[in-house]
């Protein structure tokens, strides 16, 4: 005779449940690498993926999801590193009207600005926690020599702000990448991108103000 799926789900119901409640109580009071109260003894990882094991293989991925989280945060911190994370950058409401360089005759062409918050870490480009990187991309194709751009920006939550340049520079080639790493605190950020480009074809692009709201 053949088994009833319910009475499958049934049986594993349970098992999951006492998976589950099995991991909470394996971690619960400890924490991974010795980083506990005081007089605590490393815990033995070995050990605890062993149990686990003998519990079920739920509480096997579990218990290895967690250590592996745990891991890579000790170990940026024991190597000075920031937090791990991953942020996709944030657009300027508009990309900023740019005079002096249009594409094909034109008198003007645009730049696009970003903003990425922090942490973004191992990914590149590196920001850390309550952070910003600015970065102008203009549409003008040729290579930046100087860069007179600079961003002003307000964190309406800490009230603080400032005017920074965006002198970031490639190593070596000593070629602006038109972007800045600014400690703007955690919170909401208002920031105004403007300023001017010299090229090495000779062009002097003007890049008129956009402006932008960040979370931060």
């Known amino acids: 005779?053949?088994?009833?799926?319910?009475?499958?789900?049934a049986r594993r119901i349970p098992a999951a449940l006492v998976g589950g409640a099995a991991?909470?109580?394996?971690?619960?009071?400890?924490?991974?690498?010795?980083?506990g109260t005081a007089g605590a003894a490393p815990l033995d990882l070995?050990?605890?993926i062993a149990q686990a094991a003998a519990?079920?293989?739920?509480?096997?991925?579990?218990?290895?999801q967690l250590i592996g989280t745990?891991?890579?945060?000790?170990?940026?911190?024991?190597?000075?590193?920031?937090?791990?994370?991953k942020t996709e950058a944030q657009n300027f409401m508009y990309p900023a009207p740019t005079l002096g360089c249009g594409l094909d005759g034109a008198p003007a062409t645009v730049t696009l600005g970003t903003a990425q918050a922090g942490p973004n870490f191992p990914s590149i480009p590196w920001v850390n926690a309550d952070q910003l990187r600015f970065q102008a991309i203009p549409a003008y194709p040729s290579i930046p020599k100087t860069s007179g751009l600079s961003v002003a920006w307000m964190n309406t939550t800490t009230f603080k702000g400032g005017i920074v340049p965006l002198d970031d520079m490639i190593p070596i080639l000593n070629t602006p990448l038109l972007s800045?790493?600014?400690?703007?605190?955690d919170g909401k950020v208002l920031a105004t991108m403007f300023g001017n480009v010299d090229?090495?074809?000779?062009?002097?692009?003007?890049?008129?103000?956009?402006v932008g709201s960040f979370d931060a």
């Not at 991991?23 to 980083?35: C, D, P």
């Not at 519990?55 to 290895?64: F, R, V």
């Not at 745990?70 to 994370?85: C, E, K």
């Not at 090229?199 to 956009?210: N, Q």
């Open 1 to 9: 005779m053949s088994r009833l799926p319910g009475k499958k789900l």
């Open 55 to 64: 519990i079920s293989p739920d509480a096997t991925t579990a218990i290895q």
């Open 70 to 85: 745990a891991a890579v945060d000790q170990i940026n911190t024991a190597l000075g590193l920031p937090a791990s994370g």
């Open 199 to 210: 090229y090495i074809d000779g062009k002097s692009c003007t890049i008129l103000p956009t």
């Open 180 to 185: 800045k790493v600014v400690d703007t605190g």
């Open 23 to 35: 991991v909470v109580a394996l971690t619960a009071g400890s924490t991974l690498f010795g980083a």
């Open 46 to 48: 070995n050990a605890l």
